[in-house]
């Protein structure tokens, strides 16, 4: 069962203030991978902010990683950006080799979050700096084997960057 709290529809305007709880995680928060999945394949967004020291939380987590304080908010994220590095996978696990070699970049998004994801496009047509947009994919049709993932995983969207 969902609670207002944490439901990945929530409105992040209405995050809750103050630290967050340990009764304010549920499974399906967004605060965890799935409550971040769900917001995703609903076509949102979603990080966490750090109230004490403003670190970014993407994708959304309980507790800073920068200052370990649990006053945390959510907010909606823009899905354009620009690439700040990159590489390329030539080696990736079996259920990924049809796809490789894989350009993966850390992207940061207009908010200022950063968001590292596969990018549509081929390394030597990427340069630091170039503008791109997220874009949400079911795994299947991003050419993702279905054996490879974890049951829970099997539907979950796939974040793949396209050049804009």
Known sequence: MTDERS???RDPDE???GPLAPDDITADSPFTLPGFFDALAEGRLVAARCTECGTHLLPPRPACYGCGSRAVTLADQPRTG???????VTKPPSAFEELAPITVAVVELDSSARLTGRVDAPLED????????LQVRDPRAAGIDPDFDLSYESEWPVHVFELI
């Open 82 to 88: 620009e690439v700040v590095s990159y590489t390329s």
């Open 15 to 17: 995050s809750p203030t």
């Open 7 to 9: 439901s990945p529809t």
């Open 126 to 133: 990427l340069a630091i700096g170039d503008r791109v947009e």
